[in-house]
């Protein structure tokens, strides 16, 4: 399996001065702690587009984007590119806790809360052919980081 980690660039449609805003200064770190999730079970790529062109879309199994405010139709450009490639689009991101009706058409599966949490799930359920529209957290807990992971076990998924 192969899985693709992206951060979209700007769409270009904020003030300049959003670019010192936290999540626009600093990596996603939840992205890359799933990219180390998704590692045990296949080749596993990240992308920053802030820090690199993707001129050339490849195919990958799963495309799992970063979607916040300031980048969704950049995200939506990009999904658009992977999904005529055949690839399963994932969105994940702070944007996805206030709303997803905008970005639904867009992807095939929604992120709701932490990532982190709702990733073995998924890809359980991607392994099997059954992947919902929607993953969502609950309990508002990042069970994974405590070792207390309540979704399938990602150790089943490798076996």
Known sequence: MKVLF????DDGEHSPLSQFAQCRVLPPIGLARMAGLAGRLGAVQVLDERLHDIK???????????INHYNQYRAYQLAAQYRALGCVIVFTGPMLTHTTEQAKPHADSLFIGSGETNL??????YRFGRVKSQYHNETGVDNVSHGKTQRPALALLAG
């Open 6 to 9: 992206v951060v979209p660039k």
């Open 120 to 125: 073995p799930e998924f890809l359980w359920d």
């Open 56 to 66: 050339y879309p490849q195919k990958s199994d799963i495309v799992i984007l970063f």
